[in-house]
């Protein structure tokens, strides 16, 4: 099956840094990939999607890139706030969505 | 248009009762998932079911655990005899055509403590 993995766990940056978070699957079937942010006590927010046929989306301060020959997908965060500080799971389908470990954002004002 | 609702939001239950988790899908949205997420982990699929059929059950435990998605009514996830290892949030997801390609949108979560 379907495994994910992402890096950093933590991540520290100033406000107004760009922050990458780091995601690489193992099954090549896969073909689509949505990234989530989460904050204390709430539930998973969809906050962009990237599906196999498209290498880069935009979205703001928000972009995604997938490379499909490496297996591995990233997202980009610009200008960052201090309330994009959250949890941010990557993930890979099969049915249900596999998830990615989680990246603890803090952008330190 | 309401997003998915979940309830109860907390649930405290002792050793060895049963917990039922309710989950109603976003209006139009016919596929419903469950997650477990353990404190300080990753969301974990159990299951997917569409209306009145269990279509993926790979990540539920083979035991005590039970879900379903009735032609009326909400989704619900059901633990019967829980311990202690069951206490996490469960979090459920709807989209409406599914095939694991779908935008899954989450709903608030249940938090279960199990005394």
């Known amino acids: 099956g379907e495994n994910v993995e992402q890096h950093p766990s933590t991540l520290s940056v100033q406000e107004g840094d760009s922050a990458v978070i780091k995601c690489t699957y193992s099954d090549s079937a896969s073909n689509y990939f949505p990234w989530y942010k989460q904050e204390l006590g709430k539930g998973p927010q969809l906050i962009i999607d990237i599906r196999s046929n498209v290498g880069e989306k935009k979205d703001q301060r928000i972009a995604v890139t997938l490379n499909k020959t490496a297996k591995h997908f990233s997202l980009h965060i610009t200008e960052t706030q201090p309330e994009d500080s959250a949890v941010y799971f990557c993930a890979a389908s099969e049915e249900g969505l596999i998830f990615g470990t989680g990246t603890l954002l803090a952008v330190q004002p | 248009n309401a997003g998915v609702m979940q309830n109860p939001r907390h649930l405290v239950r002792r050793r060895g009762q049963e917990a039922r988790l309710r989950c109603s899908p976003m209006?139009?949205?016919?596929?419903v998932y469950w997650y477990r997420q353990l404190p300080e982990e990753g969301l974990k699929f159990m299951v997917y079911?569409?209306?009145?059929?269990?279509?993926?059950e790979s990540g539920m435990p083979k035991e005590r655990f039970s879900a379903e998605f009735p032609k009326e009514g909400p989704s619900i996830l059901r633990i019967q005899q829980v311990v202690r290892g069951d206490s996490a949030a469960y979090f459920c997801?709807?989209?409406?055509?599914?095939?694991?390609?779908?935008?899954?949108?989450f709903g608030p979560g249940t938090r279960l403590t199990v005394l």
């Open positions: 209006k139009g949205h016919s596929h």
């Open positions: 997801a709807s989209s409406p055509n599914g095939q694991g390609k779908d935008t899954q949108y």
């Open positions: 079911l569409q209306k009145e059929n269990i279509i993926d």
